[in-house]
C-alpha cells in the first residue's frame, strides 16, 4: 500500500459529511469505519482499518467560528514533550478517549496505527500523535498534508530524536498554511519533509533557500490565475494529485 495516496485519500474524504465517509471509505476497500465528533470544539475525526493498518483521519479546516478560534489560538500550552499549540492540543482532548476506546477496541493488539490528516487536521493529527506516544504506545506513521508548525524547538528536537522516521510532512511548493504559525513565535516543524516544486516534481532533499526559491517561482508562474499559489497549493486535491502521480513507491522508502 502507498500509504502516502492512502492517506491523503482519507484526508480528504474526512471532509465529506459522516454517511459519505462511511459508504465512501468502505467502497474504497475499508472497514471497521467510525466517524468521532465533539461539538464544543467542532473536532471530527474518523477511523477505519484496511490489511493490517489502522488509519486515524482528523477534518481539516472548515468555514465556521470554532475552527478559526483553533487556527487563530497560537499561544502554546504544555504537552509531555515540551510546548504545543493549545488550540490543537485542546481539540484532541475533546475526542481522545473516544477515539481510544475504538483503537483499544479493534485495532491495538492486530494492527499499526497511522494517523493523518489535511490543513487543521495536520495540527490535530500531530497533537493526538504526541500524547498517544507519551503515553508509551505504538505509532507506524504520522503522515500530514499542508500542516501548520505546531510544537516549540524543545518539543520539535525530542520528536525527532526519539520518534525517528515516525512523523511525515508533506508540502506542496507555495502552500501557505505550512508557514504558519510563525517561526518568531518559537513555533517548529519536525519530522521527515516530502516536496513538491512548482513543477510538482518530489524530492525528500532541499535546503530552506531552495523552498523560498521555489515558492517565488511558483508565484510568479501563477499570476493571473484564478487561485493565488499560495491557496492553491494548500487544497487537498492538489495532494492527492500529487501524491498519486510523483510517489507511487513511496511506501518502500519510509
Known amino acids: 500500500m502507498n500509504l502516502f495516496l492512502a492517506t ?22 475499508y472497514r471497521n469505519v467510525r466517524f468521532i465528533e465533539n ?17 486515524i483521519t482528523f477534518r481539516g479546516t472548515s468555514f465556521n467560528r470554532a475552527d478559526w ?18 488550540g490543537f492540543w485542546q481539540d484532541v482532548e475533546s475526542v481522545y478517549q473516544d477515539i481510544l476506546s475504538e483503537l483499544l477496541k479493534q485495532y491495538i493488539r ?4 497511522v494517523v493523518t490528516g489535511h490543513s ?17 504506545r505504538d505509532i507506524e506513521r504520522v503522515i500530514h498534508f499542508g500542516g501548520p508548525r505546531t ?28 508557514r504558519v504559525p510563525p517561526r518568531v513565535a518559537g513555533y517548529r516543524h519536525f519530522g521527515n519533509l516530502h516536496y513538491f516544486n512548482e513543477d510538482g516534481h518530489y524530492t525528500t532533499d532541499i ?15 501563477d499570476i ?21 502521480s510523483a510517489m507511487k513507491s513511496e511506501e518502500d522508502r519510509i
Not at 120 to 136: M, N, R, S, W, Y
Request: proline share 2%.
Open 8 to 29: 491523503a485519500r482519507l484526508s480528504q474524504l474526512a471532509y465529506a459529511d459522516p454517511a459519505d465517509i462511511e459508504t465512501t471509505s468502505k467502497a474504497m476497500g
Open 120 to 136: 487543521q487536521g495536520a495540527g490535530d493529527a500531530i497533537a493526538f500523535a504526541v500524547k498517544f506516544l507519551a503515553e508509551g
Open 39 to 55: 461539538k464544543e470544539t467542532d473536532t471530527q475525526a474518523f477511523t477505519c482499518s484496511r490489511e493490517d493498518f489502522a488509519f
Open 207 to 221: 535546503s530552506y533557500w531552495g523552498m523560498f526559491l521555489d515558492r517565488i517561482h511558483g508565484t510568479v508562474a
Open 151 to 178: 510544537v516549540n524547538g524543545q518539543a520539535a528536537k525530542h520528536l525527532d530524536n526519539f520518534f525517528k522516521g515516525v512523523f511525515h510532512r508533506v508540502v506542496n511548493n507555495n502552500d501557505l498554511v505550512t
Open 224 to 244: 493571473g490565475q484564478r487561485w493565488p499559489d499560495c491557496i492553491k497549493d494548500h487544497m487537498i486535491g492538489e495532494y492527492v494529485r500529487l501524491c498519486g
Open 69 to 86: 478560534t483553533t487556527n487563530l489560538a497560537a499561544g502554546f500550552t504544555e504537552c509531555p514533550f515540551g510546548m504545543i499549540h493549545a
Open 110 to 113: 492486530k494492527r499499526r496505527v
